[in-house]
């Protein structure tokens, strides 16, 4: 069995156009709140959390309807297309409204800033879902942890040009009022190059007509039970559902609690500037990438629950190291660099196995359901993440997010130990072998 790394990658830019726009609303977003609008860090938090609300209903939502699409584009892609087309519409509107406010400021353009970004939202939460369960559509499950290591690269692909571009458009930090209009140009361009990709070279019928010959051939990949009533999970399975999901929650409210708030804290806490916090993130995000490939490797080897295990290992300990240097020095030093690192692949080993391992206890059918399912949790943990993170910066300490993050990352660990299904059932073959493409 040879996983299609070609048609992989392909499949990977609608991922990528996701990844290069959460990267810039994560990291703009509590700026030109706080900075342009002059809101509080825990009002600004709620406000970061409300994409994750919305998720909480559109995603399963959009991923069961796409489940039931019968397009002559697929399930898939008409999702696709509406959702970027729309969303890049609207989000060069906000940096317009930010700069009018600088210029005059008027509540009436906070209100619409507000709302024109809850349309932003809800045109993302269309799609995103659908783009996500594209891969395990077409790709036979033993070859998932693998093929989501390549959706994985492409998404961060699309989140380190970003950063890329930002650090070199905003080297210093200024003392004057940025405009962040070029940077939401450039990231809506960078969305439609990849619709295009995904629309024009990916035959989406053909493929997940292919995937349900293979799953015709192999009932035994499905965990479900017939009942009078249908399909269902068996307890043992359910159970293992459960820990996972609770495990994705926790691992979500730790990493994204800091990468929320970790702009604002790299200049409270380090004096540093946009540029040079985006450094920091570039950097794991860097670790992340060039670890992918080898961890599905290792992964498809090891199994996925071991190399999650590890991984959130990993994200805790760095956590803790950080918190530590930042109680001894309140500036930044090079050699942390080497913890942004760790910290880029120890997330990599939980997002390449995670979803292939909620999606493994489904049936093709149900794949844009289980996708929803799985952001139904990481999405809800994110709704309290901001909020709670903010707060702590603002009413604990200011060098409170390191340790929030370790506690968080610690549990999901110890959760992650009772998930007793969806691990890999085949091996992989050694080295690029495991890798091969099928053309």
């Known amino acids: 069995m040879k996983l299609n790394t070609k048609r992989t990658v392909l499949i990977g830019f609608a991922f990528l156009s996701i990844c290069a726009f959460w990267q810039m609303y994560d990291n703009l977003v509590p700026l030109i709140l706080t900075n342009t609008f002059h809101i509080d860090k825990t009002i600004s938090g709620a406000i970061m959390a409300a994409d994750n609300v919305l998720a909480l209903f559109l995603l399963p939502l959009f991923g069961g309807l796409s489940d039931r699409c019968g397009s002559k584009l697929g399930r898939r892609r008409p999702f696709i297309l509406f959702g970027t087309l729309a969303a890049v519409v609207l989000m060069l509107g906000l940096p317009l409204i930010a700069d009018s406010y600088h210029v005059q400021a008027a509540p009436f353009k906070l209100y619409l800033f507000i709302s024109l970004l809850g349309c932003l939202l809800v045109a993302m939460g269309t799609y995103r879902s659908p783009a996500v369960a594209l891969m395990p559509d077409v790709t036979p499950k033993p070859l998932r942890s693998k093929a989501n290591a390549i959706i994985n690269l492409m998404g961060s692909i699309g989140g380190i040009v970003y950063l890329i571009i930002t650090t070199f458009l905003y080297k210093t930090k200024s003392e004057t009022y940025i405009t962040y209009f070029p940077l939401f140009a450039i990231v809506g361009g960078i969305m439609l190059a990849a619709l295009l990709v995904v629309m024009l070279l990916v035959d989406e019928p053909r493929l997940a007509a292919q995937q349900r010959a293979y799953e015709e051939k192999h009932p035994e990949d499905n965990l479900a039970q017939q009942t009078i009533s249908g399909e269902e999970l068996p307890p043992e399975v359910k159970r293992s559902l459960a820990f996972l999901l609770a495990s994705i929650a926790l691992w979500f409210i730790s990493y994204n609690g800091v990468t929320t708030w970790f702009s604002v804290y790299a200049q409270n806490t380090w004096g540093m500037s946009l540029g040079q916090a985006n450094t920091c993130v570039t950097i794991a995000t860097a670790g992340a990438i060039v670890s992918y490939i080898p961890i599905g490797v290792v992964a498809s080897r090891v199994g996925r629950r071991r190399t999650i295990r590890a991984g959130v290992l990993m994200l805790t300990t760095c956590f803790t190291a950080a918190f530590v240097y930042t109680m001894l020095s309140d500036t930044f030093s090079p050699l942390l660099y080497a913890l942004f690192i760790l910290l880029g692949v120890g997330w990599a080993s939980i997002n390449v196995n995670s979803l292939p391992m909620v999606v493994e206890m489904c049936r093709s059918a149900d794949v844009g359901k289980f996708t929803g399912l ?23 300490s200011s060098k409170a997010l390191f340790p929030y993050a370790a506690i968080f990352s610690l549990a999901a660990f110890l959760t992650m130990g009772m998930v007793g299904h969806g691990d890999n059932k085949v091996d992989a073959k050694r080295g690029l072998e495991a890798f091969d493409v099928d053309d």
Do not use: E, K, N, R
Request: glycine letters at 4%; aromatic letters at 18%.
């Open 374 to 396: 799985y952001y139904t949790f990481s999405m809800s943990a994110q709704i309290v993440t901001p909020i709670v993170a903010g707060w702590l910066l603002d009413h604990v």
